[in-house]
């Protein structure tokens, strides 16, 4: 079956400006993490949802970051008003029901802050 | 939180050695897990392993969990084996996962 998809797959955006980034987990999967990594870095954990509620968001670097899940598939990585230190990979990871088993990555989405 | 530390940070082979990638937490994890990121930055999952030996090819991992450490064993490596290898581990009540800072490995033909 399908993996975990990301879109876009790369983004740049001008510093001020909205973007969106979008994530597709396995289907049927009821967790649903994103992480952030910089370059040179291991992944850093941003926020979890476990069906449509956000369990943990205590990792989102700002009030600029924003996510959401609200029909507990598809969720939504928002960040506001870009800064160029928002430049990163941002991947999504799925796993089957809590979340303390096996999470299944995406290909990232790498923004770039002009 | 947990801290991660992998070992070595580099590392260069010549097609069809072996090596042994280390992973050193700070506390008791409940969720441990390899991973190989290709040169695309797609993170492949290698292991769940919380604990115990498991293997698969030309790859194996072993976890003391009393002890707080995860070896990673890669048996007559290839070139297709370069990149980054991060361990991750998630402790407590929580549910996420802390990676290491990887350990870029690089093989010669």
């Known amino acids: 079956g399908a993996g975990v998809s990301q879109s876009p797959r790369y983004k740049v955006a001008k510093r001020g400006q909205d973007v969106a980034l979008r994530c597709d987990p396995i289907?049927?999967?009821?967790?649903l993490f994103w992480y952030q990594q910089a370059l040179g870095q291991g992944p850093e954990f941003l926020t979890y949802?476990?069906?449509?509620?956000?369990?943990?968001k205590s990792g989102l670097p700002s009030d600029r970051f924003f996510a959401e899940r609200p029909e507990g598939s598809v969720s939504t990585l928002k960040i506001q008003r870009t800064q160029q230190e928002d430049s990163a990979v941002y991947l999504c990871?799925?796993?089957?029901?809590?979340?303390?088993?096996?999470?299944?990555f995406g290909p990232g989405t790498r923004l770039l802050v002009l | 939180g947990i801290q991660v530390e992998q070992s070595p940070p580099d590392l260069i082979l010549q097609e069809g050695a072996n090596s042994t990638l280390r992973c050193n937490f700070s506390?008791?994890?409940?969720?441990l897990q390899w991973f190989h990121q290709n040169p695309w930055g797609q993170l492949i999952n290698l292991f769940y392993i919380p604990s115990g030996t498991k293997q698969n090819g030309r790859l194996s991992a072993t976890t003391v969990a009393t002890e707080r450490y995860s070896l990673l064993y890669i048996s007559s490596s290839q070139t297709t084996d370069s990149g980054v290898y991060f361990c991750?581990?998630?402790?407590?009540?929580?549910?996420?996962?802390?990676f290491g800072k990887g350990t870029l490995l690089t093989v010669n033909p």
């Open positions: 289907s049927g999967h009821v967790s």
């Open positions: 949802f476990q069906n449509e509620a956000q369990l943990d």
């Open positions: 506390d008791s994890v409940n969720n």
């Open positions: 991750a581990g998630e402790g407590g009540s929580n549910y996420k996962l802390t």
């Open positions: 990871a799925s796993s089957f029901s809590h979340g303390r088993e096996t999470q299944y």
